[in-house]
């Protein structure tokens, strides 16, 4: 089984419907992330946590939340999704330390008509 | 503000060398990453510099020049499998967010 799970890995909705992506891991980390990444523009930091209470904006948080419900766990939400939010989503872990390792989950696609 | 650069395509031949350059400008520094992402697959960690020097693993190395903001990523004896792309990423102060730069995808031909 995968250490960084995400759900759902492929989602087709429509413009302003509601959506949740959702990560858990069970690497023991305290910090996680989540990236989208677009062809030519590569992997952009949206939402980043190192504890249950603690949220910090990425690069592009405009259009989403985040929300820490656990020490595994990590949810995306876009209120009102838009076509310009179809991307591949990507939940990653690290342990922080010396080198601040990223490992990644399988992504999730999403695609908003 | 944080950038990164990397060229966007490369092309070697099976059994060659192969060098990924990459620039950066972070506010702050706490490292350079290289990671691998085959098509369709999550990125997987490759290397990390933080001090400046080669670092060799296998057939991989990857260099790092701190004053002159620049890295590469050295594959030799290319094998087909390696066509992916590789990102290079920074880490700014503290270690708290990883920036990445838009990949470079490596097609290996025979």
């Known amino acids: 089984d995968a250490d960084v799970t995400q759900t759902p890995r492929n989602r087709i909705t429509k413009t302003g419907k509601r959506i949740m992506l959702e990560c858990s891991q069970t690497?023991?980390?305290?910090?996680m992330y989540w990236y989208r990444q677009d062809p030519g523009l590569g992997l952009r930091l949206i939402y980043y946590?190192?504890?249950?209470?603690?949220?910090n904006k990425g690069e592009i948080s405009d259009g989403y939340s985040v929300s820490r419900q656990a020490q595994a766990k990590f949810s995306l939400s876009l209120e009102s999704a838009i076509p310009n939010q179809t991307a591949l989503y990507f939940c990653?872990?690290?342990?922080?330390?010396?080198?601040?390792?990223?490992?990644f989950g399988e992504g999730s696609r999403l695609t908003v008509l | 503000g944080q950038n990164i650069d990397q060229p966007t395509e490369m092309t070697a031949t099976e059994g060659a060398i192969v060098q990924i350059n990459c620039t950066y400008q972070?506010?702050?520094?706490?490292?350079l990453f290289w990671y691998q992402q085959h098509a369709g697959e999550a990125p997987t960690f490759l290397s990390y510099?933080?001090?400046?020097g080669l670092e060799e693993k296998g057939r991989f190395s990857s260099f790092l020049s701190r004053s002159k903001g620049y890295s590469y990523l050295l594959l030799k004896e290319l094998q087909m499998k390696d066509s992916a792309s590789y990102l290079c990423?920074?880490?700014?102060?503290?270690?708290?967010?990883?920036?990445f730069g838009a990949g470079t995808r490596l097609f290996v031909k025979a």
């Open positions: 972070t506010s702050g520094f706490n490292g």
């Open positions: 990653a872990t690290s342990a922080g330390g010396r080198t601040g390792e990223l490992f």
């Open positions: 510099n933080v001090l400046d």
């Open positions: 946590s190192f504890d249950v209470k603690d949220i």
């Open positions: 690497k023991g980390h305290d910090r």
């Open positions: 990423a920074s880490t700014g102060t503290g270690g708290f967010k990883t920036i």
